[in-house]
């Protein structure tokens, strides 16, 4: 009997430290480039959402988050990310991304750039700027409605390993 209360006890302080550790781990702050975070979905929902961003194409995810953000004067942020399950899954879906990219009509201006030494893709459309970027098995779309939105998107990537400014 002990040896119970001592595995549950262990799993629910487990689950209470990974979920401590997501939530605070910075990825998703509560505050980010002159914004602040309104909410923030996981989980099933989450990859609803982004399946639907996907107009119908069939993409396998095993997790997704949906955050988010609101400034002044009508600025706004929404960062879909989602897990694929390998890396080589998450370069695919980006690589689809970029082939369907030049011919939308929905986005304009497709650009290449490097911040923080990581590869990211932009373009301009649904009157925001959008960054999109693949990290290990995640898949990074944000759209932001705000003057400053490459400085949010430098203040974001500063919380991925490896995506950190070197100044």
Known sequence: ??????????????????GFAYANGNIFPEKMGGFEKVS??????????VKMLHRGSEIQLNDAVVAKYAGGSGKKMIIWASESSS???????ISRMNEKMPSSKMYRNFKSLKVNGCEVYSVD?????????????????????????????????SNLADCKSSE
């Open 40 to 49: 923030i979905t996981r989980g099933s929902e989450a990859i609803k959402s």
């Open 125 to 157: 459309g649904m009157g925001m700027k959008n960054y999109y970027f693949v990290k290990e098995k995640w898949n990074y779309w944000l759209a932001v409605k705000a003057d400053n939105s490459r400085v949010v998107l430098i203040d974001f990537m």
């Open 87 to 93: 890396v080589k899954e998450a370069e695919k879906l």
């Open 1 to 18: 009997m002990e040896m119970i209360k001592n595995f549950i006890f262990f799993l629910a302080f487990y689950m209470i430290i990974s």
